[in-house]
């Protein structure tokens, strides 16, 4: 996971583009302090909170299996779930060229 | 006067002679008993199973699992047909059901069963939430008729909110990467509905507010729904403040 999601924020940085993580992790402490370094996260991330898996905003998005993805355009629209790897490169790109046709 | 006396008793009420009540109880107790006796033999057999299978790995042999069920099948079969007909089958039925595995001979004949003799059993509370995961084995046509069936035949509010939920949630479950086509979302939305409408609170409510959310909120082509929280520095921020930015939401922990 960490490889293409950082070699994605890398790719992109000079794009109107942005990865969200939502992070279920139970203990902050430790995702802040030793996560962050060894897995190099280089996107920001809302925390769920203390309960981890349970926690609201996970529940919110009926989320029940880790990872889950959504793709979301410019507008704020949803367009695309749970892509990986080249499939999300793919959905991501083709987001970016109808931003910029859209002007 | 003998003669009158046969007649009248042949003539006598069906209901339960006291002799009948000991005979049916003592016949359930020697099922649960016998039920009980082979599921803890089972679960002996897993535990050796398990057990000889992290040998085989630590030796760098492959494994495989799941084979400790295909011995005691034949044994719940037989129990099963020792108490055809009445409901003390059913915890052998229910149990070949859900752990025969690729035997699926096996698992239909115990489903058609269950469909056949005891569509009425409340039993069926405790396979409904396991009936998708036998799309597997037996194909999603199979798993459909049999909820229909037992909507249609079984009386207790308990069964059917399981049914619907089990019918509902697979629908979520089946649209990993694709979400669901059109139709099937709107008769999730109405079998999730139910469920609200037969159990109103607890898990199971709880469960089938979160999966509507999801059918009504999270499809493709709908607004994202704002989220506010902090990241994992304490500072708060939005989803919203990244509008005008393609966004991908990655839900991640590093376990």
Redesign the interface.
């Known amino acids: 996971?960490y490889p293409h999601?950082r070699s994605?924020v890398k790719r992109l940085k000079d794009?109107?583009?942005?990865?969200?993580?939502?992070?279920?992790?139970e203990d902050?402490a430790n995702?802040?302090d030793k996560?962050?370094i060894e897995?190099e996260l280089t996107?920001?991330?809302?925390?769920?909170g203390p309960e981890?898996?349970s926690g609201?905003?996970?529940?919110?998005?009926?989320?029940f299996g880790?990872?889950?993805?959504?793709?979301?355009?410019?507008?704020?629209?949803?367009?695309?779930?749970?892509?990986r790897g080249e499939a999300?490169d793919e959905v991501?790109d083709q987001?970016?060229a109808e931003?910029e046709r859209d002007g | 006067m003998h003669r009158i006396v046969l007649t009248a008793m042949l003539l006598a009420p069906t209901a339960l002679l006291p002799a009948q009540v000991d005979a049916a109880g003592s016949k359930e107790k020697s099922a649960k008993a016998a039920y009980q006796l082979l599921t803890e033999e089972y679960s002996q057999a897993q535990t050796e199973s398990r057990r000889l299978a992290s040998i085989a790995r630590e030796a760098g042999e492959r494994v495989q699992l799941g084979q400790a069920a295909v011995a005691f099948v034949p044994r719940f079969q037989q129990a099963a047909k020792d108490y055809a007909g009445s409901e003390n089958a059913v915890q052998f039925l229910t149990w070949i059901t859900l752990n025969a595995g690729s035997d699926s001979d096996a698992t239909n004949a115990a489903l058609n069963t269950l469909v056949a003799d005891h569509i009425a059993s409340e039993a069926w509370t405790a396979l409904a939430p396991r009936l998708a995961g036998l799309s597997r084995t037996l194909g999603d046509e199979r798993v459909a008729e049999t909820m229909a069936s037992v909507l249609a035949g079984n009386p207790h509010d308990a069964v059917k909110a399981e049914i619907f939920w089990a019918r509902g949630n697979k629908v979520?479950r089946d649209a990993?990467?694709?979400?669901a086509p059109a139709d099937k979302r709107l008769e999730a939305i109405a079998d999730l509905r139910k469920v609200r409408e037969l159990i109103p609170n607890g898990d199971r409510a709880e469960a089938a507010k979160?999966?509507l959310?999801?059918l009504e909120n999270?499809?493709?082509?709908?607004?994202?729904?704002e989220?506010v929280?902090?990241?994992?520095?304490g500072v708060e921020?939005k989803?919203?403040d990244?509008?005008?930015?393609?966004?991908?939401?990655?839900?991640?922990?590093?376990?």
């Not at chain 1, 609201?56 to 989320?63: F, G, K, R, T």
């Not at chain 2, 999270?218 to 729904?225: E, F, I, K, S, V």
């Open positions: 996971m999601e994605l794009k109107p583009f942005a990865l969200i993580g939502v992070n279920s992790d902050l995702l802040r996560v962050r897995k996107w920001r991330s809302f925390w769920n981890g898996t609201p905003i996970s529940q919110a998005w009926n989320v880790w990872p889950t993805i959504y793709i979301i355009d410019h507008n704020g629209v949803i367009r695309a779930r749970n892509k999300m991501v987001l970016l931003m | 979520i990993y990467g694709e979400p979160r999966g959310f999801e999270l499809q493709n082509g709908m607004p994202a729904p989220i929280g902090p990241d994992i520095d921020f989803l919203s990244y509008r005008g930015k393609v966004v991908v939401l990655d839900f991640w922990g590093d376990w």
